[in-house]
Every structure is written in C-alpha cells, then in structure tokens.
C-alpha cells in the first residue's frame, strides 16, 4: 500500500503545486521553501454546481508554491451580503491591476492579508474588488499560510484564530437538507429547506451512514406515496416534489426518524429563508397572505405538531427583526437562526444576539467576503453565547475549505446539504478530519 506521506511530494511540479482533493493533504508539501510572501496571484473562472460561472483564485508563493480555492453561490441571499462579481468583471484589467499591490508583500499572518485586501478595495459592500473574489484569494492564502506553518488547515487557522478555546473534541452537528423547496426547487413548497440534524457524538462515519441510509428510505417513501418513479431533485440535494402543503414534509420526515430507531440523535430543522416569500409588507406563505403574528402562530403550531423540529432559520424577512424576536419568545427551548438577517456579519450577529431575536447564526464565508471576517463573526457569535453552523451556498463547488474552518471554530454545526452529489464532498471532508 502506498503511504500518503510520499504522494506529497509529487505535488510539487516544476513551478506549481496543483489542486489537491483535500485539505489534508498538501500540508505535507508545504514547510519547505514555503513563505507566506506573495509572488503572484491568479482568478480563474471554474463553474458550479447549478452550472454558473464563479471564481477560482490562485496565490503563488516564493519557493514555487500555488494555493487555491474557489467560491461558492447563493440564490436566495441577504442584501447585505459582500457583492459579487462576474467573472469578467472580476477579471477585468482594471481589477487585476488593482491586485497587483499584492505582488511581493510578505504577509505574516491571514489577517493582515485580509485586512491589506479589504484596504485595497475600500468600499463598505467590497464592490470594487467583488466579495467573490476577495474570498477566492483570502482563502488560497490560508492554505498557503497552513503550508507555511506546516500544518493542516483547520489547524493552522484554529492556532491564528481561535486558540485553545475550540480545542476540546469537535462533534458537530451534521445540518442535512433532504427536502428542498422554496428558490432551490421547482415544487410548490414555500419553506426552502427540511433537515435532519444529526449528532456525530465522536462517531461521524456511522452518523454519515444512518443519514445516507436516511435518505434513501425517504427517497424511496416518497416514491411510494407520491406515486412517482422519478423522484425530482433540488439545488442540494434534497427530493423536491410537491407537497400537500408546508408541514407536509415535517410529518414524513418525524415518521420516518421515528420509525427507524433514530429520534435519540436524529432532529428536524428547516430553513424558511422568507425573504423569498415576503412581498409588500405580508408573506405569502400556503397561498394566502399572512402577517408576521400570523406566520410566528403557524411556526408555533408546527413546533408543537412535530416535537422533534428543534431549528428554524430565516423564519421571517431580513428586515422584519419584530418576527424574529416575537418567535424567540415563542420558542425559547429551541433555535431560531439567523441567516439571511446576519449575513456573517460580526456587529449585526452582535447586535441581533444581544436583542434575543436570534440563539444561533449560520457562517458563510462568502457572505463576508473574506476569512478573517467570517472567524470574526463566529467569534461574536460565541462570545455573545450563542450556537454557530458553519454552512455551504446552494451553488457549490469542489472545495472544501469550510469544513476546515469549522473544526477551526469548534463550530456547534456544519450545514453541507444532502448526503449525494457534490454535496458529498463536504461529508467526505468532514470524515478526513472530524
Ligand atoms: P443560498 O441558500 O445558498 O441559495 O443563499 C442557502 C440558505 O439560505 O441557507
Ligand atoms: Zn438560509
């Protein structure tokens, strides 16, 4: 059997270190020659999972190094997210020599690459230099900086970052999207996102396995009640044909946890992302145009219907902050998350944990729009008590970075999609290093 160590070696060719399929392993090429002073930059462009257009960022460092890392997309996102740039745009000679103050500065740490970067863009929203990219090249930077402290990713961004307070074991909380709605589907529900969440309590393999097995009992359920032989699939994953309404799927998903034997580690959660179904002032949820009182009744009873629904995020429009708090009060044993309201945002996390409108926060790195950013966020999150999943976009690629950054952050949970597809590569991630 060939050791993983000596293939290592064989990533240093000629003047470039190609792509690694995991994070895992290009540490080991690093240490030797690798400095975190940068010779050269690149922006590629590299595609999605829905098939669009995004960004792949290179950094070369002295000693013949590259490090990569490319950016994800969402679709229904908060309007204080980092802005993004086409590739063009992103690639346009302006930007580039814009980007070329990068060339030769020697960065002893991410931060300061972070905060050089959010200097040179200078703008509130990173518009001139695109969020997209800003994030493509902070991250190819962490990984050139991981090689550097010849260390593993997420170690070297817990040692920058985070410090010994996320060093006790990491046992996410597997945040799993196996029925899709709203933006990410073609059906008729209004909610985007039905969960599993699933406890890994040191064990991720076996967890993986039970929610693979899951999802194929659900599937194949599905098949037989909705009478249909070709189950339709959402942008992560999850089945995405029509329900008889909202709570629908709330009901399936309870039935089948319990009969499987899975309830002690196997909770729901969902996702409203309600800025896709809020127009004028009212949302128009199951056909009908309801107030804010009136959605927060209806999440209460669901609540109260499936016992085992323990989170809901984005439950109400990113500005309709009186939801958020009016449905907290409702619910004080369970999570109500804010996602599209904080856009990875450290002062509104602050400022929106500290009203108690939210207990827990999703993390998107590209919703920042750099990692320095993102790790600030988590660490308001934290310090004002309050939970942290580190989470994928709708339109993915290969990259695998926030796994690393959850590990990093002792995050309470990874939100990585069903367990198929691309999304795979997420889980797969998480079994190398959990
Ligand atoms: P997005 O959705 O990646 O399409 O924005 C994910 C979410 O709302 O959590
Ligand atoms: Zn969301």
Redesign the pocket.
Known sequence: MWERKNIFKCFQTKKKVQRYLSDKLPLRCGGEGVTMKVKDFAIDEVFDSRGNSTIEAGIATHGGFAFYASV??????GSREAAVLSFAEASSAKNMKRLAALKGKDFPNQRSFDEFLIKLDGTEGKTKIGGNVMLGLSMAFARAAAAGRKMELWESLQKEFFGKAAQKPWEPVLFSNLINGG??ARNDLDI??YMVLVETRGDVKSAVKKLIALYRDLGEKLGKTKRVSNIPIG??GGYSLDFKNNFEPLAILSDLVRKKGLSGTFRLGM?A?ANGFFSKGAYLFGGKKVSTAKLAGIYEGYFKKAPALFSI??PFAERDTAGFALLSQKLERKMVVG??LTVTNRSLIEEYAGKGLVNGV?I?PNQAGTVTEAVEAVRGAHEKGIRTIV?????ETDDVFIIHLAKAAGAYGV?IGAPARERIFKFNELLRIA
């Not at 994800?72 to 996102?77: D, E, F, I, L």
């Open positions: 994800p997309a969402g679709k229904s996102r933006e990410h985007q996102e942008d992560e996702d992302a995020e984005d996602d599209d999703i998107k989470s994928h976009r709708s339109g939100k």
